[in-house]
């Protein structure tokens, strides 16, 4: 399939993208269609509209919006996007357009792009998404904090990692403080990302079983990864904060480290300015069995099947923010990853500004992809019910098998027909 459709027919197709985006980037995200509207030489007019969710948008793809929009565009996580085009044949492909020679992007701009950034948007040999936003899984951890403790290098292992915690913790217990006791070490975080990095940094493999078509986390390396856990949570070297955020826990050591997301970095360091924080911070990944990873997350560009002149106008004007100064722009509004060594070029004053940023830069050759299908959509979140589950102090130690079987049982049901 090549593109045959003339651009000289575009002029005056009005082109409607949805994104979950709000705040900063929802505004640099109309200035951007603004200018793309004014200046792009085929006559295509954009208009861009935030949904303030991804879940608010999917239930407006699927179920319509309100007033009866519909979008041609969207930005959407991968898992989305994916079960919209094997669910729902709703989703345009782009390996043709990424490929012409006119119209798509250069060899040399798609080579630049770290390969894992576009894994998440593959199956089946079709290209359905292009990566908007990139973020990974890392910990965010106190260097000045564990110089204090007796620890100058970061941990390596798993043992490691236990060591310094518990360390910390003692810390807080033993200072004129009560007010922390119970806090330092790890600052326990359920979302399924960090649930599935643990998982995988213990040794979890091929969890999707695309034979037939279930995920399986009910292995050895998932009740090893939950038992490490749960020991920390048991020996008090890792707490449950009351406030969902982890800023200022950080900020004020209640955690030598937390799981975080490279999209945290500029919020951390806006909180740590604020409580007036003179301490040294950086990111590590997990500590795998093998090597160390992290976990790519984040948001991608799709286009809704429609029109052949509607498809081919959204086209270009996802091609156009692909360049790297629409992609400097909009990391500065919202952080994460620069797509290739072009966007970053062009943000030296951000990784001035953010020196952790840089080393965050640093942990992409080691990044691994969720599993890569529609299933993961609503898996993700059965997964992070059965690993808080888990790693309450509640919960029999005892009863993590049972978690684990009644969680593969459960998502067998649940991600029937995704």
């Known amino acids: ?68 929009e519909t979008p041609h565009g969207v930005v959407a996580p991968p898992a989305t996007l994916l079960t919209w085009h094997l669910r729902d044949g709703r989703m345009r492909p782009l390996n043709d357009w990424l490929n012409d020679g006119e119209l798509g992007l250069s060899e040399a701009r798609r080579a630049e792009i770290p390969l894992v950034f576009w894994q998440s948007d593959q199956v089946d040999g079709w290209q359905i998404g292009l990566p908007a936003q990139r973020s990974a899984t890392v910990l ?167 029109t052949p002149q509607t498809e081919l106008a959204t086209w270009l004007f996802i091609r156009w923010l692909m360049e790297p100064a629409q992609q400097a722009a909009l990391v500065r509004a919202g952080g994460g990853y620069p797509m290739g060594p072009s966007t970053a070029a062009l943000l030296e004053d951000y990784r001035a500004s953010l020196p952790v940023w840089n080393e965050a830069l640093g942990l992409i050759p080691i990044a691994q992809i969720p599993p890569n299908t529609p299933a993961w959509r609503q898996a993700q979140w059965v997964l992070q019910d059965a690993f808080a589950q888990a790693l309450q102090g509640t919960t029999p130690r005892e009863s993590l098998p049972a978690i684990l079987e009644e969680l593969d049982a459960t998502l067998a049901e649940v991600v029937q027909g995704f």
Not at 25 to 42: C, H, I, K, S, Y
Not at 43 to 67: F, K, Y
Not at 154 to 171: H, K, L
């Open 140 to 306: 965010v951890y106190n260097l000045t904090w564990a110089a204090e403790l007796g620890f100058h290098a970061p941990p390596q292992t798993p043992e490691e990692w236990r060591e310094q915690a518990c360390a910390a913790a003692a810390a807080n217990r033993r200072d004129a403080d009560r007010t922390n006791d119970g806090t330092g070490g790890w600052l326990v975080n359920t979302d399924p990302l960090a649930a599935l990095t643990w998982m995988r940094a213990f040794g979890l493999r091929h969890e999707w079983d695309a034979s037939t078509e279930r995920l399986r986390f009910n292995q050895p390396a998932a009740l090893a990864a939950w038992t490490f856990l749960r020991d920390l949570v048991d020996s008090g070297c890792a707490w449950v904060g009351r406030d969902p955020s982890p800023y200022a826990y950080f900020a004020q050591r209640r955690a030598l480290f937390y799981s975080g997301e490279v999209l945290d970095l500029a919020f951390q360091q806006q909180v740590m300015r604020r409580q007036e924080s003179v301490d040294v911070w950086t990111v590590r990944p997990y500590p795998g069995q093998d090597k160390p990873l992290v976990m790519i997350s984040g948001l991608s560009y799709g286009i809704l099947r429609t």
């Open 1 to 68: 399939m090549t593109p045959t459709l003339a651009v000289e027919s575009l002029r005056g197709v009005e082109v409607h993208v949805w994104y979950p985006w709000v705040g900063t980037l929802d505004e640099v995200m109309g200035r951007l269609a603004e200018q793309f509207t004014r200046d792009n030489p085929w006559g295509i007019r954009v208009h861009v509209r935030s949904a303030g969710s991804s879940m608010v948008l999917a239930d407006w793809v699927e179920s319509g919006q309100p007033d009866g």
